[in-house]
């Protein structure tokens, strides 16, 4: 009979826009034992995880909670909680994630209005105020850190324009939350959702996310008219998904303790590692940690004689994208990197295919070790590819940010 090896995975420094690698601490809680679901333990690992939640957004919202699955499931989770059908809904595309929530909000049976900008820009905030003057919608919905172009939207101006126009604003800060600055609550977002597996370097499968009073009443209103299991017990504005309905999550989180799901134990027992790591070094270092490897990266990049894609006034801090030398065949350097040194880059999505690489620094990965690696085994493959670079450059103007030259 054959027999399935035991699996042996090797350890990869991966500097991809995800999934970034883990902490060492978040992978070994997670060996620990499985907790029943009302263990007074596994309640309080809860509502630490809830207060933790609160401080990565930056928010004194009362519900701040993951949602399971992977981040689109939290995505998916707000979109189809607070969108009702015909409800408009105005979506400023900039990449492959705007496209999700169009999707997401089309599903819900959106009246979704959307608008495209080339690929590697973002929006002024005065188009974003035209647009929505013109749509006159209940929600906006907006990607903070598109990964697929490595460009960020300023949310600011747009928060409170929405605010002051009793418009809701959902945004996507997967790529962005702890590895750039976000404020839920000075830039007036109702509700905001990441992702595990990014810069809070835990694993894939959790969505953490938050959303306020504005967003609760309109949960509170398309909830189950009283608990019951039998389907006459909903009104008609009852939200689709069970699995992802809110209103219902929320209440798993709450006091009463609403039996919905089986909360994924050894991934909760990850995210509250993972976030206590982050509340030890603290946000604001967090922040500057990665802003300093960001600026190696770039410095060793070009240094090489690369070139960065994009304008850098809206440049993802966490995502750097770049330019593939004319002539040298993008996958083969990726196949090098990862066969030879074990660094892992990405390839980039539709018309960006073949044309840039994408390098993320995030959460663990954002890591001086890892930029030195990933800028020698870029440069080094690119040579055994023929490509001509400035040798040995990127390095020492990598260096010379760390030690302060430049
Ligand atoms: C900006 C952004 N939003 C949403 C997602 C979707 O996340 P997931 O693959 O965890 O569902 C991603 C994944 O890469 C992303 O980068």
């Known amino acids: 009979m054959y027999m399935y090896k035991e699996l042996v ?25 499985i907790l029943g679901q009302y263990d007074p333990n596994f309640l309080q690992i809860m509502d630490e995880t809830m207060e933790l939640t609160r401080y990565i957004f930056q928010t004194e919202n009362h519900q701040a909670f993951p949602v399971d699955g992977t981040a689109r499931a939290g995505i998916e989770a707000v979109i189809s909680s607070i969108i009702e059908p015909n409800d408009k809904v105005y979506i400023p595309i900039f990449g492959r994630f705007g496209h999700l929530m169009t999707e997401l909000s089309r599903r ?12 590697g820009k973002t929006y002024e905030f005065e188009d974003l105020k035209n647009e929505i003057i013109k749509v006159n919608p209940k929600v906006v919905a907006v ?43 000075d830039w007036n ?8 597996q990014k810069c809070l370097s835990v694993p894939t499968g959790m969505a953490p996310l938050t959303y306020n009073e504005r967003v609760e009443k309109i949960l509170s209103e398309r909830k189950k008219i009283e608990q019951g299991l039998q389907i006459d017990s909903y009104n008609d504005r009852m939200i689709s998904s069970n699995y992802l309905d809110l209103s219902q999550i929320q209440e798993y989180w709450s006091p009463t303790r ?3 799901h089986t909360e994924s134990t050894s991934m909760l027992y990850a995210l509250r590692e993972g976030l206590r790591i982050i509340k030890e070094e603290g946000l604001e270092a967090r922040i500057a940690r990665h802003a300093l490897n960001e600026k190696a990266l770039v410095a060793g990049i070009e240094a090489m004689g690369l070139h960065i ?37 990405a390839a980039a999505f539709g018309s960006l295919s073949g044309k840039i690489w994408r ?48």
Not at 310 to 325: E, M, R, S
Request: with cysteine; proline share 4%.
């Open 9 to 33: 995975i090797p350890q990869r420094t991966i500097m991809t826009p995800g999934p970034a690698e883990a902490e060492p601490r978040v992978l070994r809680i997670m060996g620990a034992p």
């Open 108 to 119: 819900a049976g959106g009246d979704v209005y959307t608008t495209e900008i080339e690929w």
């Open 143 to 185: 990607v903070h850190g598109e990964t697929s172009t490595g460009r960020m939207q300023s949310l600011e101006e747009l928060g409170k324009f929405c605010r002051e126009n009793d418009i809701l604003l959902v945004v996507d800060a997967v790529a962005t939350l702890t590895g750039t600055e976000f404020k839920t609550d």
């Open 189 to 196: 977002i109702d509700a905001v959702i990441t992702g595990t």
């Open 258 to 260: 609403l039996n919905h």
């Open 309 to 345: 894609f994009g304008d850098k006034v809206n440049k993802l801090p966490t995502v750097t994208c770049v330019y593939v030398p004319e002539g040298i065949k993008e996958d083969e350097i990726r196949k090098r990197m990862i066969e030879d040194f074990g660094v892992e880059i």
């Open 359 to 406: 390098i993320g620094s995030m959460g663990y990965s954002s890591r001086k070790e890892n930029i030195l690696k990933v800028l020698s085994a870029l440069e080094t493959s690119l040579i055994r590819n023929g490509a001509i670079v400035n040798r040995g450059e990127a390095l020492q103007a990598a260096l010379d940010v760390y030690e302060e030259k430049r």
